[in-house]
């Protein structure tokens, strides 16, 4: 594919990027192929923000159908135009009020996602896992680094412990700015998300690893976020950390994954 030519095609329909959409569009033909080739050969492709619809198009060659959530309404006149596929379809939303059912399951997730609210969408995601099978986003460099850091790193987190229980991530590559249309701040990493197997429940166990990193410097059996939450008392803690064979006296940022749905599995049975 060739690079596309941003900014030519934007004013040929006089419009311009909104920053406050998170709007810095691919221009870069190789980064486009190397994110297609990623998601494709795919049966259904559910797409989050299209931009000029340069990667919408590579993904309509290599799925079978492919719907784009895409909230910003002034790209419509430019996208019906560029992309004229018949396996593809828009839906004009926000993608954090999508109803994911929309789309019959199993899919694939691609994004270049607007960084503004990456969290929200990531853990939007999580919400529908059992619906999708694959998800290829690029996100900032630093947060695929903190969603991937494991036990005792300064960047290991909640969102890291939620992503690592629920998925096998990897970050597959990585994208300067000078590849988008303006150039963001920051770098950014294309990641491959796939669903495990046997995973936690999803709403109970976020809200239980969330209220774990609540007090991060606090002892477990001393987190008034958790022991509320799991309506138990701090001796109840430390017979349950003592019962999934966990130190009585360890912070969350200890725990790998596993351990957290051992314990999990333990405070809620
Ligand atoms: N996929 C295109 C590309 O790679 O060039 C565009 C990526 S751009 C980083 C993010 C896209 O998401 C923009 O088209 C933006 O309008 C859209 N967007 C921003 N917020 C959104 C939201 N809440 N729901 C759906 N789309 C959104």
Known sequence: MNDPKVG??????GLDTAKSLGQNFL???EVLERIAAAACPAGRILEIGAGIGSLTGLLCQGAKQVTTVEIDEKLRPLLTEEVPHPNHRFIWEDILKF???AIEAPFTIVGNLPYYITTDILMLLFRQMGRWEKAVLMVQREVA?????????KEYRAASVILQSFCRGETLFEVPPHCFYPPPHVHSAV???EPKKDRP???GYMKFV???FAARRKMLAASPALLQLLHIDKNRMISTLSEAGLPQNSRAEAFTPEEFQRLYKLCTK
């Not at 030519?8 to 329909?13: A, D, G, P, T």
């Not at 680094?145 to 790193?153: E, I, Y």
């Open 27 to 29: 221009r870069d033909g």
């Open 8 to 13: 030519e095609i934007l004013s040929r329909y």
């Open 191 to 193: 990641m491959l998300l």
């Open 145 to 153: 680094d903190r969603l991937l850091a494991g036990p005792g790193s």
């Open 99 to 101: 109803d994911f059912t």
């Open 210 to 212: 969330q209220a774990c």
């Open 201 to 203: 429940d999803t709403e």
